[in-house]
């Protein structure tokens, strides 16, 4: 996996610890770009780390296990078992304290545990999912056509527009990555995408989805109606 200027082929590319940035609703995918908007003190000083190291963070959701929220620190919630590394590739200062940043995914991890430090941001020791560092990924098994069919009809249904000529040359690693980033789910929805086995079964459960949420939306106009 080539991510801005490094490129990570292997487990001894990745560092052992990793800081955690915790986002509610966030999605971080191999290959795909997260803008950020950074202004709380403990996160400015881990960027602050992360640029002057690996410029590696983790990004990752609270626990969506029932429960486990309200069982914990809303300081330090319990964190899902899933999340994504992803490299600083860019970064601006604002002149008023924030940072405003684009964070690309590397691959995703598995959180092992939390580790302490003498810093105010979150470690956690991790296992990535190397087949995420793989360039073979099995975008041949994803059904493209299904995939664009659902994706008209979800912007037909709210009257939006898309670029299709720039829909048409994505390639479909880079199409499925984007567009279940840009999908409007809620956390579960993109915690079920996030933590797909592979390219084609992250596809189909998008597919799902979207239909899912299309029938809702028709149902909803066929009450409104009656």
Known sequence: MHVGNARYVK?????????????????????????LNIFEPRYLSMFDAALAGHRLIGVVQPSLIEGAAEASDPLRPALSTVGCVGRITSFAETGDGRYITSVSGVCRFRLLEEVGGDHPYRTIRFAPFM???????GEAAVDRRELLRVFR??????????????????????????????????????????????LKSRADTL????????????????TILQ
């Not at 052992?16 to 997260?34: C, I, K, N, R, S």
């Not at 299709?164 to 999908?183: D, H, I, K, P, Y």
């Open 11 to 35: 487990r001894e590319d990745l560092p052992e610890d990793l800081p955690v940035f915790p986002l509610t609703g966030a999605l971080l995918l191999p290959g795909g770009q997260l803008p």
């Open 153 to 198: 009809a979800y912007l037909d249904a709210n009257k939006l527009e898309v670029d299709w000529e720039s829909v048409e040359r994505a390639g479909n690693r880079t199409l499925v990555n984007s567009l279940s980033m840009m999908s409007p789910f809620g956390p579960a929805e993109k915690q079920a995408l996030l933590e797909a086995p592979d």
């Open 131 to 137: 087949a995420d560092l793989s360039e073979e990924d």
């Open 207 to 222: 597919i799902a989805i979207t239909e899912i949420l299309l029938a809702r939306g028709l149902a909803d106009t066929d």
